[in-house]
């Protein structure tokens, strides 16, 4: 069982950056891992993700040059920066873990509210 736990959610101007950090109670290493948001009336998207060891980063295009992934194994922590911010960023972000050797073995955080005024 893992449970995750995201912070550093809050209310920045357009422009401005934020950082996310998900805090994870077992080990993530043989997880990926990722971000999601959801803004209201609309779906869960993806944000980015890492590969289980941090091999590999990848994110959508919206996120693409603006929002970098990394995580800390050692610390089981997943951070995400978020540089140039946008109204339209306005989102509740999720943390996401799946493990890599037991299907369907995924957990989700409760998710930390960030926005973005113009």
């Known amino acids: 069982q893992v449970q995750l736990v995201e912070s550093g959610g809050g209310l920045v101007q357009a422009g401005g950056s934020l950082r996310l950090s998900c805090a994870a109670s077992g080990r993530t290493f043989t997880y990926d891992m990722g971000w999601y948001r959801q803004a209201p009336g609309k779906e869960r998207e993806f944000v980015a993700g890492?590969?289980?060891?941090?091999?590999?980063?990848y994110y959508a295009d919206f996120a693409k040059g603006r929002f970098a992934i990394s995580r800390d194994n050692a610390k089981n922590t997943l951070y995400l920066q978020m540089n140039s911010l946008k109204p339209e960023d306005t989102s509740i972000y999720y943390c996401?873990?799946?493990?890599?050797?037991?299907?369907?073995?995924?957990?989700w955080g409760q998710g930390t509210q960030v926005t973005v005024s113009s």
């Open positions: 890492s590969r289980w060891g941090g091999s590999s980063t």
């Open positions: 996401n873990a799946k493990n890599v050797a037991v299907l369907g073995r995924e957990y």
